[in-house]
């Protein structure tokens, strides 16, 4: 089985920056799709990033349009983490961010459906 780790959340002011990462354990990370979520108070768990392996070494990152030239997802797989770079932060960035991983690596990775294994969260706040 898999466990997934998140870390870096924390207080930070409008156009702050953070970065989150999301260890693995128990099995081979290089193939998972991994997909970052977040959900806020009141509201359903929603897409962020994810980055998609389709064969060979090829990987692909998709994100959300609210987050699309502020946030990057990125992999190091001698390190078995994947992070997610948060810039020029708003408000509205506020919430519960959660890793997720698909060892099928195939589907909608926009839906959280697709992901076998969930991290606890780590709480990102942004302060006006």
């Known amino acids: 089985q898999v466990q997934l780790v998140e870390s870096g959340g924390e207080l930070v002011q409008a156009g702050g920056s953070l970065r989150l990462s999301c260890v693995a354990s128990?099995?081979?990370?290089?193939?998972?799709?991994m997909g970052w979520f977040r959900q806020a108070p009141g509201k359903e768990r929603e897409f962020v990033a994810a980055?998609?392996?389709?064969?060979?070494?090829?990987?692909?990152?998709y994100y959300t349009n609210s987050v699309k030239g502020r946030f990057t997802i990125s992999r190091d797989n001698a390190k078995n983490t994947v992070y997610l770079q948060m810039n020029s932060l708003k408000p509205e960035d506020t919430a519960v961010y959660y890793c997720?991983?698909?060892?099928?690596?195939?589907?909608?990775?926009?839906?959280?459906?697709?992901?076998?294994?969930w991290g606890q969260g780590t709480q990102v706040t942004v302060s006006s």
């Open positions: 997720a991983a698909d060892l099928a690596a195939s589907g909608r990775y926009y839906n959280t459906e697709e992901y076998d294994y």
């Open positions: 128990g099995r081979t990370f290089v193939r998972f799709r």
């Open positions: 980055l998609t392996w389709s064969g060979g070494s090829t990987y692909y990152a």
